[in-house]
Every structure is written in structure tokens, then in C-alpha cells.
């Protein structure tokens, strides 16, 4: 029959193609045509007719559709009972079938079957079954036919496959697959999942997409196994395949061992495939993880994601230029929009994912988190933070714990975020809300790091977003202005000023909402109050400020009320204001190239109103000498700016210059005659003068005068009509005189110059004798004075430190003499004034309350605050030898306040001269600034025996020497400058707000220039720096060769000692603020971080050119690292360490550098340091602390290093007499025991940690790799936690307390997946490591019980969350007996509590004391039990230890 069937197929091929070419230009048609020649019914004798009829379906031919005149059910079993009556059966069925066979010849027949029929609407018919089903869809719905009919149809099949699609848009391969589809029965679903295999292998490649996708729809659920593995092989054939095998594969119910072996396949073509197949993919990805290798394939599937996949390059390289020119297009519209397409289908696969399944979301996290190394970070991470923030609310507080700690390490810099916004701005701009929410969250943040990463979420939201999301940063901002704590104001008015130089046009159109923040300046800083005005007077008077002027409206009624205010801090405020607003008027609508040549195009009407604005600000300040000192700064600021026109600079210079004259410089020769407390002589002249000739500063009478009008006397020297002028207003004053002279003459200084070398009319300060029996009046007179006259010096210093000429340098250098000498007078003074306040210095709002701590209350102070910003006062008993400790205590404070305490060392070793002394770092809020420029200084060099000549070499010629203790004074306060600006946030500790302030006291001109500037002064100095460092360190290694290195060696000066050790610290200080410095490594600082390199390079080899950075990372790392030999002090160790791992972390090969920085720290920990230093310091122990983290955190084996430390170490310190320390680590003493056992009990628990638990399909090496390195942690635990019955002070046993549950925790979640399946097979390891970790919780159980009987709040509140983990872990131990078919091998046991030292603690029932011995005889068993051979009493053995431990915790409750 198969045989005659295809005959007759081949006999009726020429008629049929004749049929089909008449037809051809014939329209197909599912509706009946009545007027078509072929809209007859088919009438013939065949089977086939016959039945259907029979059956209730009439044939038609050509294009008429079939007719049905019965439901279509009563149809298929009127047929099936027909076929099953007939005579013929079963003989009638293959009849049947060839007649179908006969019919479908036709094409249009054969169509026509395959479309539905139409329904005749008989009135016994049913109203509503309009559609009734295709002809052969109706037969394939019998059972008896099904076989045949789909032998049919595939056999029918290839004739269609390379056809065209008719013109109507039908395929008819297609057509005939959806007859197989949502059959109500398959009856050999084995037969057709095998038929429709082999069309898809042959199939063109168009219909092999349509055939793959249908098949979830044809194939039975018994066969999705066998379709599954076919599709599977399809995968590896054919790339162009994997879109449709993949959405098949999604819709079959598959065994999850086979799905993840195609995951893998998956998996491994990501990196091949196009960018439109990636959604697709990804999905099923997704779809088919499980709970227990979700991490795994997030991890896997994070790698093999990348830049590359979601953006091509050319818009890529649009992108990255895209902040420059933001009005620029690309070229490459229609594709990139393509990529972009796909990358929003991507994000949202994922975000469909991570939105409702919590553990495809956790594992993204936990793949992010476990991420270490900052290189393996990508933008993809950034992205994915967001998203899950934004998309899971379950998993919104994990997804920003892991944001903020990747913030903190610095894992997600600058560059990366910028990059994610440019790149997925599309995916980034539907959560918005949720990333200005998280922005607002960070900007709360105390620490800095985290605020920082706020501000940029704030400034490229802004940046990339539509106008409504601009709209709302610049109100959240504002609300962060108006609301916020002082660092919040000073973040969000930073994010407002770069926002309105960056995109000044976008931000005027939110000016409304800026300008709010004037009702809201009571509680600024004055930097904040100069920032806000700086960015009002920028959108007001910028030079298309049209539509501006009810800005600059509110701004002049603002300033107005201000400065009429009879409120002193408000005439502050408008002080401020008015000049930033005269400065921005002035600049803002002239932004030349260069300076003289914008300002002469200001027009008359500009100029009067910035002009009136200055008048009127005089005006309303000249009442007043701290208004007046203000103004005079915030004038001299503007000036030093260049934001003042060259018309108002003259006009300035006219009046500064006669005023200043006439209010302070008077004739040497005339001697001020009055009733003075002191006799008056001209003081600290550098030339001699004639009797005739000469000019000198009027201080003491102006001093008295103003004292003695505050106390109502009468007048000297000056009649009661005179102006009243105060000698607080003389160093403002001459630097806004220096300013204006040196921008009018280009920097040069000779029309004043005599100012530099005139003498100032004082008394003798020398306290000699009559310190004890002045007055406290005339004590305070006295300070008042040397103060001022430090100021006049330092503003002096500042003026002239840029002057080219030999003399002129001379002069600076004797007068940097002064300024030491005299502090030391000073200092001595102060010690006997204790309640004494200075005159201010700086008038701003920072210092209006600023008042200095009680000489008797600073040392109590300090000792609470550690190295924070305070005062220190300091013993000079000379019988103690605690001073060198003092003083590199003093040097060492990250936070040191002010560069004042010079000469401390000279005074503390004459004896017991004094039996008190003051630092001057409590009153730094009272000395005028030292402007950058004046440590060009350091260019002198540090010359001991020799003297310097014009050429600034050493001659024998009188010129002043740059002596220790002003090189000390120099960067001293340096260092202060550097640690203000450049100390990365995440290593500048952050305290209370009550204290920021202080940070900011006495930088008021240095935090109004830019980072980039100061970075790049700092660069221009490390020349002479490295000079000094190195002629420091040649010092250290002359006296290691001669006293063998002991500070008190013969013949030795202390004094000289200290003063060159706080030298070299103040020097590596330096450094590391540089090289630690955030922005060094940025892309606009290149030409920075290039020069400060080659520098430190230069010192070592010849400078060559166009050298790789690399080389010059590693051989400045060589250079410095030469200098650890002669580090005099641990502070100076500690901050080498630091340099060195600021430039390890930019290196590309870090691990050479890494062992030696390691080695380096041993070497550290294992020297024994000068004995002076305390060891009982709260500043020592700080350093000791870190020191030793650097350590560890750079050795090769952690476990291996605490074993040395706590397994040799502390031995030996046992075993040393009292005061002595461990021969191994000097540093290991009985007073810095617990900063060693806290650090390596905290590095223990993050190294265990951060080791993967493992797997099954791990291979067996990696589990004996696992459960060695477990049995060594465990080991080093043991060690560690045995310590506390020997070091049982109240911070050893908290340590434990904490860190001993931590460790616990890990060893659940780390190693107890890992001996799930290593017990079979290492049976004797795991039962030895489970011994020896049940001797530490009984141990633990033991200290919960210690703190209990001690009644010790801060250990008791550690306990229930211990005893929580040790129940944990009991059950745990259950759980993995159970798993491993020992059950009956745990049983329960029970312990008494003890304390430490292992003796019963008597609050237990006295019957418990039988369960004691049950649980000692039980024990004993254990022990024997491990040389059996029944390995289920070692499993039992082990059960019982782990439970007894636990059990014991409950009974202690």
C-alpha cells in the first residue's frame, strides 16, 4: 500500500503543477467565493467523501472553504464510529487515507483541509461555534487516523520547504507544524518527536526557528527528556539555532541536572554571540537556577558579562567624550539605537529575575561582595547594585550594605560610576527616584567616602538625565542645604557650584530653587555662606543672565539687611556675601583669556556698581575692627582671585596705601611718649637705622590704646577726635596693601619692602625674672602683644616669601627666626596666664567663639580625644625621661591643629626651670595663615655648619641659615595644609561634628583654592623635600654607626635628637598625603602624578624621558623603601608603610611589593624601639594596631604568621619577667598583648571568612586542600582562645567574646558544607578537627559563664548571641551525621558551668553533679573510641563532643 501510495503521488505530479500554474495568480482565500469556478463540492466515490459526508462535513473544491454542519465534536465521533462500524475495518482507515492523499494532490485543496471550516449556522446548530477547526486538525483529533494523517503530512511536507510564501503571506510549512499543535492526545509521541526532528535537521533555517519554537506545543510530556537532548545537540551544532532552542528548552519539564549541563553551554557561548541573542539567553540562564547553585552561576555568569556585549564601540567611544561635548550626535544612529534596544531587553530579563526571585537577587549580591580585587570590578556591578535597590524590596538593605562597603574600599571609583551613567543611561533613567534616593542616604553619611559617592550619584544624575530628574537633584540638594548637618551643607553646596560651572544653563533654569537657601544662612559656615553667594552671583550675573534679575534682586536685599543689622554675626554674613557678589560681578560677565585684558571691557555702569557695592560694605564696617579686619580679608581674597577689574584695583590701591601708612607706620626716630605699663623700644629691625631715618610699626600704643578704651581711661598719644585705630585690623590690612601693590606691579614688592626689615615699637618680652610678678593684666598685655606680633611677622612672611632677591630672602629667613623665638617666649607666658584670650586672627564665623582650653585641663582632654584636633599640655619636669615620648606623641597626631609648637624640645630638657608649659596648637585659631607660596622656603636646604651666599650656596658670608627647629616650624605646618586637603576620606578618621569645625580654623585661604592646586605646590617641593629627607635620614645613620642607635647614648643632644626625628615625620607625612591623595591618579592630574614620580625616580637613576608609569611606580617604591633603616621612630615607620602601600595599590604587579612590605613590617614589629615612648599610649596603641594590620594583611599565609606570633611569640613574653617583652617581637608586651590577640583574632575570622565553602563536584585535591587549611585555622583558634586562661583582662575576654562567635558563624558556613562530603572519605581528619574544635566552645561556654558570675555588662551582652551560634552548631553536627547515615550516632550529654580556670561555678543543683561525671566517663570513651575500628563509634564520638559543648550552653541558661 505505502508503495502504491507513492506511485500514484508521482503519477498525479504533472496534473497537479498543471493545476497549480493556472491557479497561480489566484489569490488564496479562507472565504467561499460563489462565483468561482471551482466553489463546487467535491462529489466522487471514494471512502473519504463518502465518510465525511456521512459525517457531517462537506468537501469543496478549490479555494471554498469546507463546510461543517455538526459540532465539531459530533463529528469526530460520528467519523470514529463510522470507521469503527464499517465492514472494511480496519482496512477502511488505509482507504481513507489514500482518498485523503488523492484530494490534497491539488494544492489548493490541500490548503484548504488545512484551514479551518466554515460552520453552516443551522437552527438546530449552536449560536457562538462561528470558528470551527481545520480538516486535518479534526481527523489528527481520532485516534485510529492520528498515525496515518501525520505520516501524511510529513511525507507532504518537503515538497513546501523551499517554496516562497504565497502572496497572501501564508507558509505552508508552517501551516501544516500548527496542525501537530495542542493536540488533545498524541498517540506514538515517540514516532512524531522523531519525524519532526529530522525536518528540523533538513529544514532552511528561517522555518528551522519556527519548527524549534513549536515544539513544547506538539511534543507529550513523556517525551521532553528525548526532545530536550536532541535540542541540547542542536545547541553545540548550530549557533544561529540557540535563540529558538532556548525559548523551547524554557517551556519542557526538564531534569535540573540536565538543565545545568546545557546552562553550561550556554554559558560557555555567551562570549560568541550576538548582541541580540543575549536577552534570550540570559534568561534561560536565570530561569534555570537553583537555590543551591544560584551563587555559583551568578558568579560565573557576572564574568563572562561585560562593556562589550551591551555597546559597540563607536558608541562607546561617544560616550566617553560625551561630558566634554554634551551637543554633539552621533553618526551611528540606527545601530546604536539597536544595541540600545537590546540592552534594555537584557536589564529587563534581569530585573524580572531579581524582582520576584530573592535568590537570584541574593546571589548577585553575594557574587558582587566576594568580589575583592579592585581590578575585577566592573560597571555591570554598579548597574546590577542599582537595580536590585531599586527592584527588590527584600533585598534593598543588603544591596546598599555591599554598595557602601565597595564605596569604602574604594572598589567603585570616580571613572567606574561616570562610566555606568554615560554607557547605560537608559536602564540607569527608569530608577531614578530609587538612585536619588540612595544618594540622599549617603549624603547623610558620616563617613566621607560614603558621602562622596552620594555627591557623584548627585552631579551625573544631573548630568545624564532628562530636565524632571535635574529638577529633582537640585531640590534634594537644597533640601540637604537647608536641612543637613555642616558636612551634608559643605557637600551639597560643592555638588551646587560644580553643577553650575559644569552645565550653567541647566541650572539657571532651577535657580528658583537655589535662591530658597538665603532664608536659611543662620546656621552657615562662612565658606558655606561664600560658596552659596558664589553660585547665586554665577546664575545672576552670568553673561546671558537674562531673566536673572529677581536674583539679584533678593541678593542685594539679603546683603542690605545684612549689613545693617546691629547683630555682629549677621554684618558678618553680609560682609561675605557683598564681596563674593562684587567678585562674580565683576568676572561673571567677563570671562577673558587673560586678566588685564577682560576687565578693561567693563562698562562704566558695571564698574560704579561694583565699586558702590565695596563703599557700601566699608561703610557699614569700618565701626567695627573685627568687621573692618573681615572685610579687609575677604577684599584681599578677591584681589588674590583676580576677580576685581583693573579700575577698581586702582582705586583700591590709591586709598590702601595712605591709610595703612598713616594708621601703623610711624617714624623710628619718635619714640610714642605716654603713660604706657612698659617702656617702648623699637624691636626685631634687620638694618640699622640712623636717628633720622627709618620707619617702624606702631603696635604697643595702639595696643594700649585700644585696652584703654576699653576700660574707659584716658588717651595716649592719640586726642579724643581721632580715629580709633586697632591693631587687630594690621595684618588684614597689609596683606590687602600687599595684594593690590603686587597685582598693579606684577609682583613686585619695592614700594613696600621697607616694611619687611622695619622694626616694631614693644617692650622686652624676655620673661626673665619678673614673670612672677607681673599682673594678670599686664600678663595678658603681654601676650596680646607677642601675638600680634606674630601675626605682623607671618603676614610679613607670606608678602615677601616669593622675592627673588638674595637680600630679600635673608630677610625672610630672620624673620622666620623670629617667629620661633618668639613662640618660645610665648609658650612660657601662657603657661602662667591660664584663663587668658587671645585677639582673633581670623574673623570669620569659624573663630568669633573660639576660646582655648585651660592650660590645667588640656592634658586631661587630650588623653580622651587621642590624635583628634586638640590641645596638648605637656610636662617639662626634667628628673622624667618621658619627654622624647611627648613629643613623638605629638609629632605623630594625624590631626595636629597648628604649626605652632616649635621649640618645645629646647625647653623641655633645662631642668626644672618651669613646672608647667602649654602647646600652642590650642591656639591655632589666633595665628594668621602662612599662604602656600611661603614654603618655597625649603628651597634654602637644611644647613647645619655652613651659611648661605647670594647664589644660595654655602660661603662663609653672613646671610641667616635655615636652622632645625624652623624646618621643623615649616612642615609642621605643611603637613597640616597637606592633611586639609589631600588625605583620602577613607583614611582621615571622621569625628563628631562638634569638632569639624577645628578641622577648617586657621585654612580659611586654603580650602578657597582647589585640591589640583595645592597637589601641584606640593609637587614643586619634593626636591628640596627629598634633600632634607635624605640628609635626615644620612643624620640617623651617623648616629646608629656612633651610639649604636641608643637616643641616650653619650655625648648625644637630645634636643637635637627630637627635633630632626619630628622632621623626618612631618616629611613622610607629607608624602603620604600626597601619594595617598584620590585625585593624584585621576585623568586631569596626569601631568601631577607623572612629575611627583620622576622626582622620587630622579633620586635613584637619570631621568629618562617618556618613561612607563609602571617603572616609575616601582622604582620610587625602591627609593623610599631605602629609608626604612633609619627610621627613628614607630610613628615614622608606620607612615613609610603607608606610602609604600599607596603606591602598591596603583601598581600593576603588586605582589613583589606586597612581600616586601610585609617584610618591611616584621622588621618593624621586631625592632626594639627608643624606651622613652609609653608603652600604655592610646596613640601608640593606634599605630601599633594598624601596623600590625598591614602585616597580615600583606604575608603570604595569614594562618601560618598568627601561629608564629601566637604559638612563639607569646610564649616567650610568658615567660620574660614583668616589664620585659618577647625576645621574637620586641613590640609583644604584657601592655600591647591585646592589640596583638585583638588583631589576629579579627584577621583569623575575616580569613576564614572569605574562603569558599566548596562543592560536591569540587575535585578531591580542593577538598584536601580545604580541610587542611580548616584544620590550621582551627589550630590557630585553639591557640589563640587557650591564651585568655593566662591574658584574662576584661579586653582580652571581649575579644574572644566577639570574635570567637564570628568565627563560629564561619566555621558553620564555611567549613560545614565541606564536611558534609570529606566525612566518608577523611573520616580521621574531620573527627580530629571536630575534637579540637569542641575543646574551644567548651572553652567559650566556660566565658560565657566568667562574664555571668562577674556580672560584666560589656561581656554579657556577647553571650546569648554565642550561646545561639553554639546550639547552631550542634545541630549542625546533626544534620551532617544524618546526612552520612549516622544518626544513632548522636546523643546528648550535659556540662557543668565552669569558670576560666575550669572550676565549677556552685549555682547548679548539687543532683547535676552526677551528669558531670556521666559526661567526664563519656569523654574518656571519646578518646578510646578513635582507635577502634567500628567507624561508627568515631562518629558517635564526635556527635556527642559537638553536642555536649552545646548542650551545656542550655543548661547554663
Request: charged content about 25%.
Amino acid at each position: 500500500m505505502v508503495s502504491k501510495r507513492k506511485r500514484s503521488k508521482s503519477e498525479d505530479k504533472e496534473s497537479l503543477t498543471e493545476d497549480t500554474s493556472k491557479a497561480g495568480k489566484q489569490p488564496l482565500s479562507k472565504k467561499t467565493k460563489k462565483t468561482n469556478v471551482y466553489n463546487e463540492v467535491e462529489e466522487n466515490d471514494s471512502v473519504f467523501v463518502k465518510l465525511l459526508k456521512t459525517s457531517g462535513l462537506i468537501l469543496k473544491r478549490g479555494e471554498s472553504q469546507n463546510q461543517l454542519a455538526v459540532d465539531q465534536i459530533i463529528f469526530q465521533k460520528k467519523l470514529f464510529q463510522t470507521l469503527k462500524k464499517h465492514p472494511s475495518y480496519p482496512n477502511v482507515i488505509e482507504e481513507f487515507v489514500s482518498g485523503l492523499e488523492s484530494y490534497i494532490e491539488d494544492h489548493a485543496s490541500f490548503q484548504n483541509c488545512l484551514l479551518s471550516c466554515e460552520r453552516l449556522q443551522d437552527e438546530g446548530a449552536s449560536i457562538g461555534a462561528s470558528y470551527s477547526k481545520s480538516l486535518i486538525k479534526l481527523l489528527l483529533g481520532i485516534d485510529i487516523l492520528q498515525p496515518a494523517i501525520i505520516k501524511t503530512l510529513f511525507e507532504k511536507l518537503p515538497e513546501f520547504l523551499f517554496e516562497k510564501v504565497n502572496s497572501d503571506g501564508t507558509s505552508m510549512p508552517r501551516l501544516i507544524v500548527s496542525q501537530l499543535k495542542w493536540l488533545d492526545r498524541v498517540v506514538d509521541g515517540k514516532d512524531l518527536t522523531t519525524k519532526i526532528m529530522q525536518l528540523i535537521s533538513i529544514a532552511p533555517l528561517y522555518l528551522q526557528h519556527d519548527f524549534v519554537t513549536s515544539l513544547p506545543e506538539i511534543v507529550g510530556d513523556s517525551q521532553h527528556a528525548d526532545v530536550g537532548k536532541e535540542l541540547s545537540d542542536l545547541l553545540t551544532e548550530n549557533t544561529l539555532l540557540t535563540v529558538p532552542i532556548l525559548d523551547a528548552l524554557s517551556s519542557l519539564q526538564l531534569d535540573p541536572k540536565f538543565l545545568s549541563k546545557v546552562r553550561q553551554l550556554v554559558m560557555d557561548k555567551l562570549s560568541s554571540v550576538t548582541l541580540g541573542d543575549l536577552p534570550v539567553m540570559i534568561k534561560f540562564i536565570l530561569h534555570s537556577i537553583t537555590a543551591t547553585d544560584a551563587l555559583e552561576v551568578i558568579s560565573a555568569l557576572r564574568g563572562k558579562l561585560d562593556v562589550q556585549h551591551f555597546i559597540l564601540p563607536s558608541q562607546f567611544n561617544h560616550f566617553q567624550s560625551k561630558l566634554k561635548y554634551k551637543g554633539q550626535t552621533s553618526s551611528s544612529g540606527n545601530q546604536e539605537n539597536g544595541g540600545q534596544d537590546c540592552v534594555t531587553l537584557v536589564f529587563g530579563v534581569i530585573k524580572s529575575a531579581v524582582r520576584y526571585e530573592k535568590i537570584i537577587a541574593e546571589a548577585w549580591l553575594k557574587a558582587i561582595e566576594n568580589t575583592s580585587l579592585v581590578s575585577e570590578h566592573k560597571i555591570f556591578d554598579v548597574v546590577m547594585l542599582l537595580i536590585i535597590y531599586s527592584t527588590n524590596t527584600q533585598m534593598k538593605k543588603y544591596a546598599e550594605r555591599v554598595l557602601r562597603n565597595k564605596v569604602r574600599s574604594r572598589c567603585f571609583e570616580d571613572d567606574l560610576l561616570q562610566s555606568t551613567f554615560l554607557i547605560h543611561q537608559l536602564v540607569l533613567k527608569d530608577v531614578c527616584p530609587y538612585i536619588l534616593l540612595l544618594a540622599q542616604s549617603f549624603l547623610h553619611s558620616l563617613d566621607q567616602s560614603i558621602s562622596w559617592f552620594g555627591s557623584l550619584l548627585y552631579k551625573y544624575s544631573f548630568n545624564v538625565f532628562d530636565t524632571y530628574c535635574k529638577q529633582e537633584v537640585v531640590g534634594a540638594l537644597v533640601c540637604h542645604v537647608c536641612g543637613g548637618s555642616e558636612v551634608e551643607v559643605d557637600t551639597a553646596l560643592d555638588i551646587l557650584l560644580e553643577l553650575v560651572v559644569l552645565n550653567l544653563s541647566a541650572m539657571r533654569l532651577n535657580a528658583v530653587f537655589v535662591k530658597g537657601i538665603l532664608d536659611y544662612l543662620d546656621n552657615m559656615s562662612p565658606q558655606q555662606i561664600r560658596k552659596l553667594f558664589y553660585i547665586l552671583s554665577t546664575l545672576a550675573f552670568s553673561k546671558q543672565h537674562e531673566g536673572s534679575n529677581h536674583i539679584q534682586d533678593d541678593m542685594y536685599l539679603v546683603i542690605r539687611k545684612q549689613l545693617c543689622s546691629t547683630v555682629f554675626k549677621y554684618k558678618l554674613i553680609g560682609i561675605i556675601g557683598a564681596v563674593t557678589m562684587a567678585g562674580s560681578m565683576s568676572s561673571g560677565r567677563n570671562r577673558p583669556s587673560s586678566f588685564t585684558q577682560g576687565r578693561a571691557d567693563l562698562s562704566n555702569e558695571q564698574y560704579t556698581q561694583v565699586t558702590s557695592l565695596l563703599q557700601l560694605v566699608h561703610s557699614f564696617s569700618e565701626r567695627s575692627p573685627r568687621a573692618s579686619a573681615l572685610y579687609y580679608d575677604e577684599f584681599a581674597n578677591l584681589i588674590q582671585g583676580e576677580k576685581l577689574v583693573p579700575k577698581a584695583l586702582e582705586w583700591v590701591g590709591r586709598t590702601t596705601f595712605n591709610d595703612f601708612q598713616d594708621a601703623f607706620v610711624v617714624d623710628v626716630c619718635v619714640v610714642p611718649e605716654g603713660d604706657y605699663p612698659f617702656p617702648v623700644k623699637a624691636l626685631y629691625g634687620l638694618e640699622e637705622y640712623s636717628s633720622h631715618d627709618g620707619i617702624a610699626i606702631n603696635l604697643l600704643p595702639l595696643l594700649f590704646s585700644q585696652d584703654f578704651a576699653k576700660d574707659g581711661g584716658r588717651m595716649t598719644s592719640q586726642t579724643s577726635d581721632q580715629k580709633l585705630v586697632s591693631p587687630l585690623c594690621l595684618a588684614p590690612y597689609f596683606r590687602l596693601l600687599r595684594l593690590c601693590v603686587e597685582k598693579q606691579h606684577n609682583g613686585n614688592l619695592e614700594e613696600i619692602d621697607g616694611l619687611l626689615d622695619c622694626p616694631v615699637f614693644l617692650t622686652d618680652l624676655e620673661p626673665e625674672e619678673r614673670l612672677e610678678s607681673m599682673s594678670d593684666k599686664e600678663l595678658s598685655f603681654i601676650c596680646s602683644l607677642i601675638f600680634l606680633t606674630l601675626n605682623w611677622f607671618r603676614e610679613v612672611i607670606n608678602a615677601f616669601c616669593q622675592q627673588t632677591s638674595p637680600e630679600m630672602k635673608g630677610k625672610v629667613l630672620t624673620r622666620l627666626k623670629h617667629i620661633v623665638e618668639l613662640q618660645r617666649i610665648l609658650e612660657r607666658y601662657l603657661a602662667v596666664t591660664p584663663d587668658y584670650v587671645p585677639p582673633l586672627a581670623n574673623f570669620d564665623l569659624d573663630t568669633l567663639d573660639v576660646t582655648p582650653p585651660a592650660s590645667t585641663a588640656v592634658s586631661a582632654k587630650i588623653k580622651k580625644q587621642g590624635s583628634t584636633g586638640g590641645g596638648r599640655k605637656r610636662k617639662a619636669d626634667g628628673s622624667k625621661t618621658s619627654s622624647p615620648d611627648t613629643l613623638s606623641k605629638e609629632g605623630s597626631s594625624e590631626c595636629n591643629p597648628t604649626p605652632s609648637d616649635r621649640s618645645q624640645p629646647e625647653k623641655e630638657f633645662k631642668g626644672k626651670e618651669e613646672n608647667t608649659s602649654v602647646s600652642l596648637r590650642n591656639y591655632r585659631a589666633f595665628f594668621r595663615e602662612l599662604d602656600i607660596e611661603v614654603f618655597s622656603v625649603l628651597h634654602c636646604g637644611l644647613v647645619t655648619k655652613f651659611i648661605l651666599d647670594t647664589e644660595m650656596h654655602t660661603e662663609a658670608t653672613e646671610v641667616v641659615q635655615l636652622q632645625p627647629p624652623e624646618l621643623l616650624f615649616l612642615l609642621e605646618d605643611l603637613s597640616l595644609k597637606v592633611e586639609s586637603m589631600l588625605i583620602p576620606s577613607v583614611n582621615r578618621r571622621v569625628p563628631f561634628s562638634k569638632s569639624k569645625g577645628s578641622r577648617t580654623v586657621g585654612f580659611t585661604h586654603l580650602n578657597q583654592r582647589p585640591a589640583e592646586e595645592i597637589a601641584h605646590s606640593i609637587v614643586q617641593l619634593l626636591t628640596p623635600m627629598c634633600n632634607h629627607l635624605e640628609n635626615i635620614h644620612n643624620y640617623f645613620q651617623c648616629l646608629a654607626a656612633e651610639d649604636y642607635g641608643v637616643v641616650d647614648g653619650s655625648g648625644m643632644k637630645v634636643q637635637e635628637y627630637h627635633i630632626m626625628s619630628s622632621c623626618y615625620q612631618k616629611l613622610l607625612q607629607i608624602f603620604h598625603g600626597l601619594f595617598a591623595w584620590n585625585g593624584l591618579f585621576h585623568p586631569d592630574n596626569v601631568n601631577v602624578l607623572y612629575s611627583s614620580f620622576e622626582v622620587l625616580t630622579s633620586r635613584v637613576k637619570q631621568r629618562e624621558p617618556d618613561q612607563a608609569l609602571e617603572e616609575l611606580l616601582s622604582q620610587s617604591f625602591n627609593y623610599l623603601q631605602n629609608f626604612h633603616q633609619s627610621i627613628p621612630s614607630f610613628q615614622c615607620a608606620l607612615y613609610l608603610l603607608r606610602i609604600l602601600m599607596a603606591i602598591l595599590e596603583r601598581s600593576v604587579d603588586p605582589a613583589q611589593k606586597k612581600e616586601k612590605i610585609a617584610s618591611l613590617a616584621r622588621h618593624f614589629l621586631c625592632r626594639t624601639w627608643p624606651s622613652g615612648e609609653k608603652e600604655k599610649s592610646s596613640i601608640r596603641n593606634e599605630q601599633l594596631h594598624a601596623l600590625l594590620c598591614i602585616y597580615l594583611e600583606h604575608t603570604d599565609s595569614v594562618l601560618k604568621t598568627i601561629e608564629e606570633i601566637a604559638g612563639v611569640g607569646v610564649p616567650e613574653l610568658i615567660n620574660s619577667p614583668k616589664n620585659a617583652s618577647s625576645s621574637t617581637f620586641p613590640t609583644l608586651t604584657r601592655h600591647s598583648f591585646v592589640i596583638f590577640f585583638r588583631v589576629m583574632m579579627a584577621e583569623l575570622e575575616k580569613t576564614v571568612k572569605g574562603l569558599q565553602a566548596g562543592t560536591a563536584a569540587d575535585s578531591q585535591q580542593i577538598h584536601e586542600e580545604k580541610l587542611l587549611y580548616w584544620n590550621m585555622a582551627v589550630r590557630d583558634f585553639s591557640i589563640l582562645i587557650s591564651l585568655i586562661k593566662v591574658f584574662d583582662s576584661h579586653p582580652v575576654l571581649h575579644v574572644c567574646l566577639k570574635y570567637g562567635r564570628l568565627f563560629v558563624e564561619a566555621f558553620l558556613k564555611q567549613c560545614m558544607p565541606l564536611l558534609d562530603f570529606s566525612f566518608r572519605k577523611h573520616r580521621e581528619d574531620v573527627l580530629s578537627l571536630l575534637e579540637t574544635f569542641q575543646l574551644d566552645t567548651r572553652l567559650l561556654h566556660h566565658l560565657c559563664g566568667h562574664s555571668k558570675i562577674h556580672q560584666d555588662m560589656k561581656l554579657t551582652k556577647h553571650v546569648p548571641l554565642l550561646k545561639k551560634t553554639l546550639e547552631l552548631l550542634v545541630c549542625r553536627v546533626k544534620a551532617m551525621l544524618t546526612l552520612n547515615n549516622c544518626r544513632e550516632a548522636f546523643w546528648l550529654g550535659n556540662l557543668k558551668n565552669r569558670d576560666l580556670q575550669g572550676e565549677e561555678i556552685m549555682s547548679q543543683n548539687s543532683q547535676r553533679s552526677t551528669e558531670d561525671e556521666s559526661e567526664d566517663d563519656t569523654s574518656s570513651q571519646v578518646s578510646k573510641g578513635r582507635s577502634t575500628e567500628d567507624g561508627e563509634k568515631d562518629e558517635a564520638s564526635d556527635g556527642e563532643k559537638e553536642q555536649e559543648s552545646g548542650e551545656s550552653d542550655d543548661d547554663s541558661d
